[in-house]
C-alpha cells in the first residue's frame, strides 16, 4: 500500500506528534507498505529516507504560545506536489485542526483521507467562525482515529462524526539494547524510577520511602532517578542522611539516555499512585526487559497482564513496596522469568500491532474509492 | 503696612491661580490620556475585526485563516469584561494580558503578510486587493493612535512627578495612566525576528 503521511509540527523539534509519526511510519515500513511523510523541517536538518521535508516552519503565536508551523500559499503548493508525485493510495494527516500541513493537505487533497487527532482542540469558537473556511478541508477526511478517549471526546464534539480509538504504541524494539551507564547496575544491585520527580501522583516519596527499609540491610544498593525535577535538592533532602549517597537524581535525560538508564538497573519501580491510562514509561521498561515492581492500579495490573508479567504492590505502601522489590532483588532466578513474562507482554503493545490496526483503518476507507489525488477545486 | 497686605494678598491669589492652574492643567491631561485610549481601543478593535473578515474571506489557505482567527480571539478573550467587552487598553484583565494578545495579532497578521508575493498570490481575486489594503491601514492607525496615547501618558507621568504636584497632591484620585507597549509593526525588521526575546516555545 502507498501511503502518504502529514505531519503538522517541525520534524526537528521533539514532540510527541512527530515521535507518534515516526514511530507509525517505520512500523508500517516494516510490515512492507510504502510510506512518505511530509514535515515542515530546516533545510540542513537530517531527514530519515521516508520523510520529506516541507519548508522552514515559521514560529507564530498561536494558543497563547508560540509553534512552529507550516501556512501559506508555499506550503500548499509544495504539498500539492508532494501528492502529485506520491500517488498515494491512502493519505493520513495527523492533527487537522492545527493551522498547519494537515490541514492544507486536506484542502488540496481528494480520495482516501485518514485523519489522527493527538490532543483535545481547546477552543471551539474559533472553529465556528472559520468553518465555512475549513469546511471544505473537513469534511474531506472519511476515517477519524483518536490517541486517546479524551482526544476522542474533543474530536466528536469540535469536528463531528466518530472516531476509532488507537492508542500510541511501544516502540519495543527501540528498548531492547543499550550500554549501561558507567558503574552501573553494580554488584549490589540498583533500582530505577523514570518520571517527574516533584509531582506527587508518580508516587517517587513511596519509592523513596521504601528505600529507608531497603537501604540499610543492603549496604551496596543504589537507587536511580531520573526525570524533570523543579528542585533536586529537596528532593535528596527527604532521603536520610546516611543514605544520600546512594540516591542518584539524573534530572531530565533525552530519549538515548532514558534506555541506557533502563539498562543500568536490576529492577524497575513504577510507584503512581494513580492517574495513569496506560503507563508507557512501565511498557518501556518492560521492553528493556526489567522486572518490574508497580503499584496495584487498574492501568499498571493491565499493562504486566494481572501481575503475571511484574510484581505488584499495594498503592501508596511503601512496606508492602520494600517486600516485593527485595524480593525480586534476592531471586535472580525470578527477576529472569519476570524479564522474560514481561517483554512476552509488552509485544502486544508494540508499534507493530498498531500499525496493523491502522491498516485495516486504511482499507474501510479505501472501499470503494479511488487513489489521493490533488483536488482540482479550491485554489489555484 | 497697607502696602505689606496687599502684597501679601496679591502673593497669595497669585500663588492660588498657579496652583489651580497646575491642577487645571493636570486634569486636562488625565482627560486627554482618556480619550487616547479610547482612540487606540478603538483602532485595535478594528484591526480585530478587520483581520477577522480576512480570516474568514475564503481569499486565504485555511491554515492562515485559522491562524488569524485564533489570533483575532485572543484579543477578544484579553479585553477586560470578555469577549466583546469595550474598556480602553491598559487596564488589565482575562487570562493573557491584553498588550500580550493584541501583540500576537501583529505577529499573525505578520507571518501572513511577510510570506514571499503574498500580494502577488491574492492579486485578481475579488476585494482581495480592497480588504489587504484595508487591513495595513487599520495596523497603521493602531500604530499612530498607540503613539499618541504614549506621549500623552509620558506627558502626563512627568507632570504628576513635579514636587508641588506631589505635596499638594494636585492629581487627586486618578491613577497614573500607563504606557500601552505592544509589538505593532506589521513590517518584519529581519528574517527571524518575527518574535522578539518573549518567545517561549510550546513544542
Known amino acids: 500500500m502507498k501511503i502518504g503521511m502529514v505531519c503538522p509540527y517541525s520534524w526537528d523539534v521533539p514532540g510527541g506528534v512527530q515521535s507518534h509519526i515516526r514511530d507509525l511510519a517505520e512500523a508500517l515500513i516494516d510490515e512492507g507498505h510504502e510510506v512518505s511523510v511530509i514535515s515542515p523541517a530546516?533545510?540542513?536538518?537530517?531527514?530519515?529516507?521516508?520523510?520529506?521535508?516541507?519548508?522552514?516552519?515559521?514560529?507564530?503565536?498561536?494558543?497563547?504560545?508560540?509553534?512552529?508551523?507550516?501556512?501559506?500559499?508555499?506550503?500548499?503548493?509544495?504539498?500539492?506536489?508532494?501528492?502529485?508525485?506520491?500517488?498515494?493510495?491512502?493519505?493520513?494527516?495527523?492533527?487537522?485542526?492545527?493551522?498547519?500541513?494537515?490541514?492544507?493537505?486536506?484542502?488540496?487533497?481528494?480520495?482516501?483521507?485518514?485523519?489522527?487527532?493527538?490532543?483535545?482542540?481547546?477552543r471551539s469558537r474559533v472553529l465556528v467562525v472559520t468553518y465555512p473556511v475549513l469546511r471544505t478541508a473537513l469534511e474531506k477526511i472519511n476515517g477519524r482515529i483518536a490517541v486517546s478517549e479524551a482526544a476522542r471526546t474533543t474530536l466528536v464534539e469540535h469536528i463531528g462524526g466518530d472516531a476509532v480509538v488507537i492508542p500510541n504504541g511501544v516502540a519495543t524494539r527501540r528498548y531492547r539494547k543499550a550500554e549501561?551507564?558507567?558503574?552501573?547496575?553494580?554488584?549490589?544491585?540498583?533500582?530505577g524510577f523514570l518520571g517527574r520527580m516533584d509531582e506527587s501522583r508518580k508516587g517517587l516519596a513511596v519509592l523513596l520511602k521504601a528505600f529507608e527499609i531497603l537501604g540499610p540491610d543492603r549496604p551496596g544498593l543504589r537507587l536511580l532517578v531520573a526525570g524533570p525535577a523543579a528542585d533536586a535538592e529537596e528532593v535528596l533532602g527527604r532521603v536520610p542522611a546516611g543514605l544520600r549517597d546512594r540516591v542518584v537524581l539524573l534530572g531530565q535525560v533525552s530519549e538515548e539516555e532514558k534506555v541506557r538508564v533502563l539498562?543500568?538497573?536490576?529492577?524497575?519501580?513504577?510507584?503512581?499512585?494513580?492517574?495513569e491510562s496506560f503507563g508507557i514509561v512501565t511498557a518501556e521498561?518492560?521492553?528493556?526487559?526489567?522486572?518490574?515492581?508497580?503499584?496495584?492500579?487498574?492501568?499498571?495490573?493491565?499493562?504486566?497482564?494481572?501481575?503475571?508479567?511484574?510484581e505488584l504492590f499495594a498503592v501508596g505502601d511503601p512496606v508492602d513496596l520494600a517486600r516485593a522489590a527485595g524480593r525480586l532483588l534476592d531471586d535472580p532466578a525470578r527477576r529472569a522469568d519476570l524479564s522474560a513474562a514481561a517483554l512476552a507482554a509488552v509485544a502486544q503493545y508494540d508499534w507493530s500491532v498498531v500499525a496493523r490496526d491502522v491498516i485495516r483503518v486504511y482499507q474501510t476507507v479505501m472501499l470503494g474509492r479511488t487513489r489521493v489525488a490533488v483536488d482540482t477545486g479550491g485554489f489555484p | 503696612m497697607i502696602a505689606d497686605i496687599i502684597l501679601i494678598i496679591a502673593g497669595a491669589l497669585f500663588v492660588g491661580v498657579y496652583v489651580s492652574w497646575r491642577a487645571g492643567r493636570i486634569d486636562r491631561l488625565?482627560?486627554?490620556?482618556?480619550?487616547?485610549?479610547?482612540?487606540?481601543?478603538?483602532?485595535?478593535?478594528?484591526?480585530?475585526?478587520?483581520?477577522?473578515?480576512?480570516?474568514?474571506?475564503?481569499?486565504?489557505?485555511?491554515?492562515?485563516?485559522?491562524?488569524?482567527?485564533?489570533?483575532?480571539?485572543?484579543?477578544?478573550?484579553?479585553?477586560?469584561?470578555?469577549?466583546?467587552?469595550?474598556?480602553p487598553p491598559g487596564e488589565q484583565s482575562g487570562d493573557r494580558p491584553r498588550d500580550l494578545a493584541e501583540s500576537d495579532l501583529t505577529r499573525a497578521l505578520r507571518a501572513a503578510f511577510s510570506q514571499p508575493d503574498f500580494r502577488a498570490s491574492l492579486s485578481g481575486k475579488e476585494g482581495a486587493d480592497e480588504l489587504l489594503a484595508e487591513v495595513e491601514e487599520a495596523a497603521h492607525q493602531v500604530f499612530v493612535a498607540r503613539k499618541f496615547y504614549n506621549d500623552l501618558v509620558a506627558v502626563t507621568r512627568e507632570a504628576r512627578r513635579r514636587p508641588l504636584a506631589r505635596v499638594l497632591h494636585l492629581s487627586g484620585r486618578a491613577k497614573a495612566p500607563v504606557f500601552f507597549e505592544m509589538d505593532?509593526?506589521?513590517?518584519?525588521?529581519?528574517?527571524?525576528?518575527?518574535?522578539g526575546p518573549a518567545g517561549h516555545t510550546m513544542w
Open chain 1, 42 to 122: 530546516d533545510d540542513d536538518t537530517p531527514l530519515p529516507p521516508y520523510v520529506v521535508g516541507a519548508g522552514r516552519a515559521v514560529p507564530v503565536p498561536y494558543n497563547g504560545s508560540v509553534a512552529r508551523l507550516s501556512f501559506g500559499f508555499l506550503s500548499v503548493s509544495r504539498v500539492r506536489r508532494w501528492l502529485h508525485q506520491g500517488g498515494f493510495d491512502v493519505l493520513h494527516v495527523h492533527e487537522p485542526g492545527i493551522p498547519s500541513l494537515s490541514l492544507l493537505a486536506c484542502w488540496v487533497a481528494s480520495g482516501p483521507i485518514v485523519a489522527t487527532v493527538h490532543t483535545a482542540i481547546p
Open chain 2, 30 to 87: 488625565h482627560a486627554r490620556v482618556d480619550m487616547a485610549r479610547v482612540a487606540l481601543d478603538v483602532t485595535l478593535l478594528r484591526r480585530s475585526s478587520v483581520a477577522q473578515e480576512l480570516a474568514t474571506s475564503g481569499l486565504l489557505d485555511p491554515a492562515t485563516s485559522l491562524l488569524l482567527a485564533e489570533a483575532v480571539h485572543g484579543t477578544r478573550d484579553s479585553r477586560p469584561g470578555g469577549p466583546g467587552g469595550v474598556v
Open chain 1, 285 to 310: 521498561a518492560m521492553a528493556a526487559g526489567l522486572p518490574v515492581v508497580a503499584s496495584d492500579i487498574d492501568a499498571f495490573r493491565q499493562v504486566l497482564d494481572g501481575g503475571e508479567a511484574g
Open chain 1, 263 to 275: 539498562h543500568s538497573v536490576d529492577v524497575f519501580c513504577s510507584p503512581n499512585t494513580g492517574g
Open chain 2, 184 to 195: 505593532d509593526s506589521l513590517i518584519a525588521d529581519k528574517p527571524g525576528a518575527s518574535l
Open chain 1, 180 to 191: 549501561p551507564l558507567p558503574g552501573w547496575p553494580g554488584p549490589d544491585g540498583a533500582i
